[in-house]
């Protein structure tokens, strides 16, 4: 095996340098679907900076676990597709049985750079850090598509919302973990959002959360086999459960509360014209009682979950 071996040098008020050689066992987690074009150059450069590379074949109809065994990666090959974080999840199983003590995740399809591996663990290796993600809007030459750059910011936003912890890039597949948190991420999130619940999972933990500044490459032979835009709705719906199940003062709350203005609103139209036409606005009035109703429900609501989560904050 080729144990990377990291020097880490720290430098008194003398200047008198110190040099402990630090070693761990690093082992790379690459989900898979019909990589081939990718996965052999994806193996071979990764394995370069790691003790062992798995690669976990969601289902693939081509040749990527064969290459990706002939380049020298472990494979677990899965019946069907399943989707990223349940790839994801197989092959934590998997580094936890190998007793690692870092897993890296990088996706298959040759976008990110292995050659940052170094990069990314080192705040690990430096214990600053539980969970290091690669931030791709921490690097200003990085080319990224102007609907991507919305979409992700739009999940990200969300993220913030569902979580402790302030991404730049909640949905990078670019990142780092100790085994501390290995062995404490152990539930299965669904489909694509394996990133987010990660982040809103382990900070909400208390877990050290950290971001480096990567590249990425988006001219890769498949890029997305998932429809972006399915992705990303898939992605957003999780995260809106997440928030309301976390904050339901601002999932319900806000809602609410503009639910209850738009009804003033529409009474006091309502008041207006029967005082200047004399006449009763009988579907205005319905409406505007319908959301007022409505929003108060909502507020309602919002403060009774708000208070369940607070009990439930308090008890644990």
């Not at 200047?15 to 052999?40: C, D, F, M, Q, R």
Request: aromatic share 8%; charged share 20%.
């Amino acid at each position: 095996m080729n144990k990377i071996i990291i020097e880490v040098i720290s430098t008194d008020k003398d200047n008198h340098p110190e040099s402990p050689v630090l070693t761990k066992k690093i082992i790379a987690i690459i989900p898979a679907y019909n990589e081939e074009l990718a996965i052999g150059s994806t193996v071979l450069r990764t394995k370069q900076f790691v003790d062992k590379v798995i690669i976990v074949d969601d289902g693939s109809h081509d040749m990527t676990s064969v290459i990706a065994e002939h380049a020298g990666a472990e494979v677990i090959r899965l019946s069907k597709n399943h989707g990223k974080a349940y790839a994801v999840m197989r092959g934590f199983d998997r580094a936890r049985q190998l007793n690692t003590d870092i897993v890296v995740m990088l996706d298959g399809d040759g976008q990110h750079h292995p050659e940052e591996i170094p990069t990314l663990i080192a705040p690990i290796l430096m214990d600053d850090a539980d969970l290091v993600i690669g931030s791709r809007y921490l690097v200003t030459d990085n080319k990224i598509p102007t609907y991507r750059r919305v979409g992700q910011k739009t999940l990200d936003t969300l993220t913030k919302f569902a979580s402790s912890y302030k991404p730049t890039d909640s949905q990078s597949g670019f990142r780092a973990l100790n085994v501390k948190a290995l062995n404490s991420f152990t539930i299965e999130p669904s489909g694509y959002d394996i990133e987010s619940v990660m982040i809103s999972y382990l900070s909400d933990k208390g877990f050290r959360i950290v971001e480096v500044p990567i590249n990425v490459d988006y001219e890769v032979p498949h890029k997305h086999k998932k429809n972006f835009f399915y992705q990303g709705m898939a992605i957003f719906s999780n995260l809106v459960g997440i928030i309301g199940y976390r904050r339901p003062l601002i999932s319900f709350g806000i809602p609410g509360l503009i639910l209850v203005l738009f009804g003033c609103f529409m009474g006091l139209w309502a008041i207006s014209d029967y005082t200047t036409n004399k006449i009763f606005p009988y579907s205005v009035t319905a409406v505007g009682g319908i959301t007022l109703l409505l929003g108060l429900l909502f507020l309602n609501t919002a403060l009774i979950l708000n208070s369940i989560v607070q009990v439930v904050k308090f008890r644990k």
